[in-house]
């Protein structure tokens, strides 16, 4: 079985979407926290829903031709997404094991986009 | 750490030792992994039954509907799992999926492993592993 790139392309893009939903999440669960007002926490927390939503529809389109062993690693990306959301948006820094950690999920990303079938 | 080491560790605000990692919180991370793999094979028998725009085809799509609620699941266990325990030690199992979904997909579609597949994955699991390793609990 082949695996067409556009399959590739929308599971990517279902990743990043994934990984910008959790961001939102966090948001909404810190602004709940912070006891802010309800429709400030619910508006960040209804977004975070509204995006995972899209990100499946994209994913299971994604996922409709070619191979789950190559398409299903690629959700690995939204580790990497992760931590720059984490690191730009959340204050959290980086660190040694970090950088090591997104560094091999890239290149492990690249070796299964290379491989056929 | 595991269970029964926890003497002179710190201890957290919920009076659990801070880093610890309960036997319940590594199983309840093993089944995640059982059912995140369960809901991607699911969820491809579902994808292959999608024709068109269908709404009426898509909620009445068994295997779709089943991957949704397995994922559903799937992320019940993982945040019961985070409460009592390190992500140091929990992300390199919830890594896993990927591999239970590399030995299933095989099984059920037609798809293969190769060389280059496994070099990928062994990849990608070391790095869940060192980015577990460096977040905070």
Redesign the interface.
Same mark, same amino acid.
């Given at each position: 079985m082949t695996t067409p790139a556009s399959s590739i392309l929308l599971v990517l893009a279902a990743s990043l979407l994934g990984s910008i939903a959790m961001a939102l999440l966090k948001v909404g669960a810190d602004r709940q926290r912070r006891t802010q007002p309800p429709l400030r926490w619910l508006s960040a927390v209804a977004a975070g829903i509204s995006l995972f939503l899209a990100s499946s529809v994209l994913y299971v389109l994604g996922i409709k031709d070619g191979s789950l062993t190559i398409l299903y690693p690629m959700v690995s990306t939204s580790y990497v997404w992760g931590l720059l959301w984490s690191r730009w948006f959340f204050d959290e820094p980086f660190n040694r094991n970090k950088i090591v950690g997104l560094t091999l999920v890239v290149a492990g990303v690249f070796f299964i986009g290379l491989s056929q079938g | 750490m595991i269970d029964g080491l926890s003497d002179s560790v710190p201890q957290n605000e919920s009076g659990r030792p801070a880093h610890y990692t309960s036997l319940a919180s590594i199983g309840l991370i093993v089944l995640s992994t059982v059912s995140g793999a369960a809901a991607? *094979?699911l %969820?491809?028998f /579902? +994808?292959?039954a *999608?024709e068109g725009a269908n709404l009426i085809g898509i909620i009445t799509n068994v295997p779709?509907i089943g991957g949704?609620a397995c %994922?559903a699941m799937n992320v019940v266990l993982v945040v019961l799992a985070f409460r009592g325990g390190q992500l140091s030690i929990l992300y390199p199992i919830v890594?896993l999926t990927?591999v239970w979904?590399?030995i299933l997909?095989?099984m059920y579609?037609?798809?293969? *492993?190769?060389i280059?597949?496994i070099? &990928? %994955?062994? %990849? *990608?699991? +070391? &790095?869940?592993?060192?980015? /577990? +390793? &460096?977040?905070?609990s």
């Amino acid at each position: 079985m082949t695996t067409p790139a556009s399959s590739i392309l929308l599971v990517l893009a279902a990743s990043l979407l994934g990984s910008i939903a959790m961001a939102l999440l966090k948001v909404g669960a810190d602004r709940q926290r912070r006891t802010q007002p309800p429709l400030r926490w619910l508006s960040a927390v209804a977004a975070g829903i509204s995006l995972f939503l899209a990100s499946s529809v994209l994913y299971v389109l994604g996922i409709k031709d070619g191979s789950l062993t190559i398409l299903y690693p690629m959700v690995s990306t939204s580790y990497v997404w992760g931590l720059l959301w984490s690191r730009w948006f959340f204050d959290e820094p980086f660190n040694r094991n970090k950088i090591v950690g997104l560094t091999l999920v890239v290149a492990g990303v690249f070796f299964i986009g290379l491989s056929q079938g | 750490m595991i269970d029964g080491l926890s003497d002179s560790v710190p201890q957290n605000e919920s009076g659990r030792p801070a880093h610890y990692t309960s036997l319940a919180s590594i199983g309840l991370i093993v089944l995640s992994t059982v059912s995140g793999a369960a809901a991607q *094979i699911l %969820l491809r028998f /579902g +994808a292959d039954a *999608i024709e068109g725009a269908n709404l009426i085809g898509i909620i009445t799509n068994v295997p779709l509907i089943g991957g949704y609620a397995c %994922l559903a699941m799937n992320v019940v266990l993982v945040v019961l799992a985070f409460r009592g325990g390190q992500l140091s030690i929990l992300y390199p199992i919830v890594a896993l999926t990927f591999v239970w979904v590399a030995i299933l997909s095989p099984m059920y579609f037609r798809d293969v *492993i190769s060389i280059s597949k496994i070099a &990928g %994955l062994t %990849l *990608i699991v +070391a &790095g869940v592993s060192f980015i /577990g +390793a &460096g977040s905070r609990s």
